[in-house]
């Protein structure tokens, strides 16, 4: 019963070709995350949306952006991937945004 | 904003061994996961434990919320425990009691 749904798990796409990547869920949470996470490092937090309220991280490059259609689904667009934008992308849920967080499975970017 | 320290980074057991795995934070938080990654990058969620003790199969945690540590306890260690352990939190205060900040991991090894 797989709650936090991302897909693909894998995409491969070329320098500087648009890509988006998708995240549902069934739990109903008010919160979805966007983390990334390069190889052999730990996670960190892109943006993340409280219902259709959208907040950034200071950080987060230009290149990144985000759609939340409705509640079940979310969107990571990467305008220009560079190679350095290689790396796994985590989506999350939380009911509240100092909930529990549950996360998906991922989706493992290769940019070639 | 808060500092999340795990240590020790790199452990190596043989199955059968017990071990202990220690979450340091910097500030008072509100929220405190420990997270299993998989060898596929999943990240499975093992214990949302704020405070107090916790137990489920051959796992236990701990958090002394008023010392700012975790413990992560793993008895009897098998091949398939192994992969990187993440402490995650959110802080109580300031505007960012919705961000997981992760430290930095403990690569287990569990060999036969």
């Known amino acids: 019963d797989a709650m936090v749904i991302q897909n693909p798990r894998y995409q491969v796409t070329q320098f500087g070709k648009p890509v988006t990547l998708s995240c549902s869920q069934t739990?109903?949470?008010?919160?979805m995350y966007w983390y990334q996470q390069k190889s052999s490092q730990a996670p960190k937090l892109l943006f993340h949306?409280?219902?259709?309220?959208?907040?950034n991280e200071a950080d987060t490059p230009d290149n990144f952006q985000s759609r939340r259609p409705n509640t079940s689904f979310c969107f990571l667009d990467i305008r220009s991937p560079g190679l350095g934008d290689a790396a796994m992308y985590l989506c999350?849920?939380?009911?509240?945004?100092?909930?529990?967080?549950?996360f998906g499975p991922g989706t493992r970017l290769l940019v070639l | 904003g808060i500092q999340v320290e795990q240590s020790p980074p790199d452990l190596i057991l043989q199955e059968g061994a017990n071990s202990t795995l220690r979450c340091n934070f910097s500030?008072?938080?509100?929220?405190l996961q420990w997270f299993h990654q998989n060898p596929w990058g999943q990240l499975i969620n093992l214990f949302y434990?704020?405070?107090g003790t916790k137990q489920n199969g051959r796992l236990s945690a701990t958090t002394v919320a008023t010392e700012r540590y975790s413990l992560l306890y793993i008895s009897s260690s098998q091949t398939t425990d192994s992969g990187v352990y993440f402490c995650?939190?959110?802080?109580?205060?300031?505007?960012?009691?919705?961000?997981?900040?992760f430290g930095k991991g403990t690569l287990l090894t569990v060999n036969p």
């Open positions: 434990i704020p405070s």
């Open positions: 949306y409280y219902d259709k309220d959208f907040n």
């Open positions: 500030d008072s938080v509100n929220n």
């Open positions: 995650a939190v959110t802080p109580n205060s300031g505007g960012s009691n919705y961000k997981l900040t």
């Open positions: 999350a849920t939380s009911r509240i945004r100092d909930s529990l967080k549950y």
């Open positions: 739990l109903n949470h008010n919160v």
